[in-house]
Nanobody
Framework: QVQFVESGGGLVQPGKSLRLSCLYS????????MAWYRQYPGKQRERVAL???????HYVDSVKGRFTISRDNSKNTVDLQMDNLKPEDTAVYYC???????WGQGTQVTVSS
């Protein structure tokens, strides 16, 4: 059974940084495109960053230059380094593979002064 365990969220002030981490418990991690998503209250999840198995990355425009996605295929982990955080980054953050498997519980990120 595939599981995702997200961690690293918290409350930070605008301009500060957080690093999220996701542990994937399924097989063939290195073969999957992995992604981070976020969900605002009452809204659908949106994908903010993805990383292909070979390391190629893609970001949504709103986080370009501030977020960095990375993966460690030896540990089955995918991280999201978030710098210069803004209040509009406040959301629950999830990771998943492509194609999506069952969602984990996510981790709350709150950016507020």
């Amino acid at each position: 059974q595939v599981q995702f365990v997200e961690s690293g969220g918290g409350l930070v002030q605008p301009g500060k940084s957080l690093r999220l981490s996701c542990l994937y418990s399924g097989k063939f991690f290195s073969a999957y495109t992995m992604a981070w998503y976020r969900q605002y209250p009452g809204k659908q999840r949106e994908r903010v960053a993805l990383i292909i198995g070979n390391g190629a990355v893609h970001y949504v425009d709103s986080v370009k230059g501030r977020f960095t996605i990375s993966r460690d295929n030896s540990k089955n982990t995918v991280d999201l380094q978030m710098d210069n955080l803004k209040p509009e980054d406040t959301a629950v953050y999830y990771c998943n593979r492509d194609p999506n498997a069952a969602w984990g519980q996510g981790t709350q990120v709150t950016v507020s002064s």
